[in-house]
């Protein structure tokens, strides 16, 4: 008996369309179809057979930080990445190096949840 794998992220958000919209165009997270469930969603992929899952209708705070609930997503290229969060204005903290080696950018969604970009120099993981 083991688990296999993580499936899927699920975040609470106020506004499914405003938030469906961030990760669609900031974050270029391919939409998937979702069940007809009786509230309001969007459903992502993440990576290859992974998912992120919005719930709609949030009604209470977000509590979220870079160094504590926050979501973590490895991108191939960090430069592009953040060239790319600029061009759009996007709102996101300076890199930072881990002690691994790590490259990571912060970024909130339109709730106030974090996402953590996390790139490696070539050589690394």
């Known amino acids: 008996m083991k688990v296999l794998q993580l499936n899927h992220i699920a975040l609470h958000v106020a506004d499914v369309a405003v938030s469906a919209a961030f990760y669609r165009d900031v ?9 007809a469930f009786d509230f309001p969603g969007a459903w992502f992929r993440l990576g290859e057979d992974q998912e992120l899952h919005l719930i709609g209708d949030r009604d209470s705070a ?35 190096v881990r002690p691994d080696g790590g490259l990571q950018v912060f970024l909130p969604d339109p709730d106030g949840h974090w996402i953590e970009l996390l790139g490696f120099d070539e050589g690394r993981r």
């Open 27 to 35: 974050l270029q997270l391919e939409p998937l179809p979702r069940p």
């Open 62 to 96: 977000v509590h979220s930080a870079s160094r504590g609930n926050h979501l973590a997503l490895k991108v191939d290229d960090l430069d592009a990445w953040e060239s790319h969060l600029q061009r759009l204005g996007a709102d996101h903290n300076p890199r930072r």
